[in-house]
């Protein structure tokens, strides 16, 4: 093969390694950026699930909390209840005690 020959392949040689090369290169930019977009948008939706697991969950401890407010308050207010039936109970006594304990000491003052 002539010396021309031989050095127009090795250029059309190179020139082909370099269309290669730059192939390889676009098509590793072009995966590059894919990955990015997919990283992006798995975060974005790990982000919106975190979110909406946060809210599901805020919303089962408000649930508890307030189911556990609403047993508070219903046993306050049997025991108010309970102490109201007492206090009713006993008042009539305490009324009669009362009258007593000013009589006497109505009594002892007009005494003396």
Known sequence: MARPEVLDRIKEAEEEADDIVAEAKA???????????????????????????????????REEIEA?????????????ETLEARAAENRDGVVEYTVELFTEAVNVQSQT
Request: hydrophobic content about 30%.
């Open 68 to 80: 556990e407010r609403e047993e508070i308050l219903a046993e306050g207010d049997a025991e108010r």
């Open 27 to 61: 098509e590793r930019e072009e995966r590059i950026a894919e990955a990015r977009e997919e990283a992006d948008s798995i975060r974005e939706n790990a982000g919106e699930e975190a979110q909406s697991l946060k809210e599901e969950r805020l919303e089962e401890a």
